[in-house]
C-alpha cells in the first residue's frame, strides 16, 4: 500500500469538497482498501464519509429509497424489503460472506471494480488500470469473462449481484455535488467498456452517491434471483438471473429480466421480457423465452459453456418465480 492522506468528513460540504481535490470516498472499504494494498488503487487522499446521514431506508410514495450508506445485511434484512423486493434481499445474501455483508454500503457495491485477475495484477495488460495497455484476458486465461458488453480493449465482467437486481427493477441512482442532486437511470449509471474501459460509470468528478430509489409494483413482490457459481460459498457468479413477474389470472402482465456474471455490465434482457408479456403461462412458454438471453453473445476461448448456462440459469428462475404464490 502506497502513503496516503485519510481524513473523516464531519458534514457533506466537506465531503463534497474532497471529492472535488481528488479524494477518494470510504465506507465499507471492503473495496477500495484491497485494491489498494494491491496497488491495483493509488489515491493520494482518502475520505471517511460513514458520518454522513445517507442511513435510511424508506419505504413510502410507491417506491423504494436505500440510502447509500446503509449496509448489505441491513437492507437485506429490513422488514420491508424482504417481502416486498425479495430480490433485492436475495440478491444481496447470494453477493458475499456475512462479515463482507456487515461491513459493505450499498453505494460502494455499485462502484465495485472488476474481479478481473488481469485487472489485478499490476504486472499484466489491462485498459481499465493503465488505458493503452492491453488486455491481458481476451488472449489469455478467460473462464470467468464476458460473453455480452465486451470489446476488443475489455472483456471483464461486472462483479455485483444487487446491481443487476435494480436494473431489472429500473433503479435510479442519486447523486449529489454542489449544484444538488442528478437522477441517473440505473440502466445508464454502468458504462459498457467500448473504446473507454476505463470509464466504468456515469459519476462526475465530485459527485457522491447519496440513494438509490426503486419502483415499487406487483412485478416486485413476485420476484427471485439466483446465482449459479463455482462453489456455494463467498463466490462470484459464473451467471445469474434476477426476475420479476407480474401474473394476472394466468397470464404475465409485465415481466422484468437481468443477468449478471455474463455481462460487462448488469444486462437487461428485453428480448426475452417481450416474448413473454401478454401470454399465456406454461413451462414452454419460459424455455422459449429463455432462449433469447444470449442473443448477441461473443464467447471467448474459455466461457463458451456461459451461452448455454445463462439461457438454463434464466429458464430455471423464470419458472422459479411464476410458481411464487
Known amino acids: 500500500m502506497l502513503p496516503f492522506?485519510?481524513?473523516?468528513?464531519?458534514?457533506?460540504?466537506?465531503?463534497?469538497?474532497?471529492?472535488?481535490?481528488?479524494?477518494?470516498y470510504i465506507a465499507g472499504g471492503t473495496t477500495l482498501v484491497d485494491l489498494m494494498r494491491e496497488t491495483v488503487e493509488r489515491p493520494g487522499a482518502v475520505v471517511d464519509i460513514n458520518a454522513l446521514p445517507y442511513r435510511d431506508i424508506d419505504l413510502s410514495g410507491g417506491r423504494l429509497r436505500i440510502?447509500?450508506?446503509?449496509?448489505?445485511?441491513?437492507?437485506?434484512t429490513h422488514p420491508g424489503v424482504r417481502p416486498q423486493f425479495p430480490v433485492i434481499a436475495q440478491a444481496l445474501e447470494?453477493?458475499?460472506s456475512a462479515q463482507i455483508r456487515n461491513m459493505a454500503s450499498i453505494g460502494?457495491?455499485?462502484?465495485?471494480?472488476?474481479r478481473c485477475l488481469y485487472f489485478r495484477?499490476?504486472?499484466?495488460?489491462?485498459?481499465?488500470?493503465?488505458?493503452g495497455s492491453g488486455c491481458g484476458a481476451i488472449g489469455g486465461r478467460n473462464r470467468m469473462h464476458a460473453i455480452l458488453g465486451a470489446s476488443d480493449q475489455c472483456v471483464a465482467t461486472h462483479p455485483s449481484d444487487l446491481a443487476v437486481a435494480?436494473?431489472?427493477?429500473?433503479?435510479?441512482?442519486?447523486?449529489?455535488?454542489t449544484g444538488g442532486d442528478r437522477r441517473i437511470p440505473i440502466s445508464q449509471f454502468f458504462l459498457e467498456p467500448g473504446q473507454t474501459p476505463?470509464?466504468?460509470?456515469?459519476?462526475?468528478?465530485?459527485?457522491?452517491?447519496?440513494?438509490?430509489?426503486?419502483?415499487?409494483?406487483?412485478?416486485?413482490?413476485?420476484?427471485?434471483?439466483?446465482?449459479?457459481?463455482?462453489?456455494?460459498?463467498?463466490?462470484?457468479?459464473?451467471?445469474?438471473?434476477?426476475?420479476?413477474?407480474?401474473?394476472?389470472?394466468?397470464?404475465?402482465?409485465?415481466a422484468r429480466v437481468a443477468v449478471g456474471g455474463v455481462a460487462t455490465v448488469p444486462w437487461r434482457l428485453p428480448a426475452v421480457e417481450r416474448a413473454i408479456v401478454g401470454q399465456p403461462v406454461g413451462p414452454g412458454l419460459w424455455s422459449a423465452a429463455a432462449a433469447r438471453a444470449?442473443?448477441?453473445?461473443?464467447?471467448?476461448?474459455?466461457?463458451?459453456?456461459?451461452?448455454?448456462?445463462?439461457?438454463?440459469?434464466?429458464?430455471?428462475?423464470?419458472?422459479?418465480?411464476?410458481?411464487?404464490?
Open 5 to 24: 492522506t485519510f481524513t473523516r468528513a464531519a458534514d457533506e460540504k466537506s465531503a463534497l469538497a474532497a471529492g472535488r481535490s481528488g479524494a477518494r
Open 121 to 131: 495484477d499490476v504486472s499484466a495488460a489491462c485498459n481499465r488500470r493503465s488505458p
Open 294 to 325: 444470449a442473443d448477441g453473445a461473443k464467447p471467448l476461448a474459455d466461457n463458451g459453456f456461459k451461452v448455454e448456462l445463462v439461457r438454463r440459469v434464466v429458464e430455471r428462475q423464470l419458472a422459479t418465480v411464476a410458481a411464487l404464490p
Open 94 to 96: 447470494l453477493s458475499a
Open 67 to 76: 440510502g447509500s450508506l446503509v449496509r448489505m445485511t441491513e437492507l437485506a
Open 166 to 177: 435494480l436494473v431489472a427493477l429500473d433503479a435510479v441512482v442519486i447523486a449529489r455535488d
Open 108 to 114: 460502494g457495491n455499485l462502484m465495485q471494480r472488476p
Open 198 to 254: 476505463d470509464r466504468e460509470h456515469d459519476l462526475r468528478p465530485g459527485e457522491l452517491i447519496v440513494a438509490v430509489e426503486v419502483p415499487a409494483g406487483p412485478e416486485t413482490r413476485r420476484s427471485g434471483y439466483l446465482k449459479v457459481r463455482d462453489r456455494q460459498s463467498y463466490e462470484f457468479a459464473l451467471a445469474s438471473a434476477a426476475v420479476a413477474l407480474d401474473i394476472s389470472a394466468g397470464v404475465v402482465r409485465a
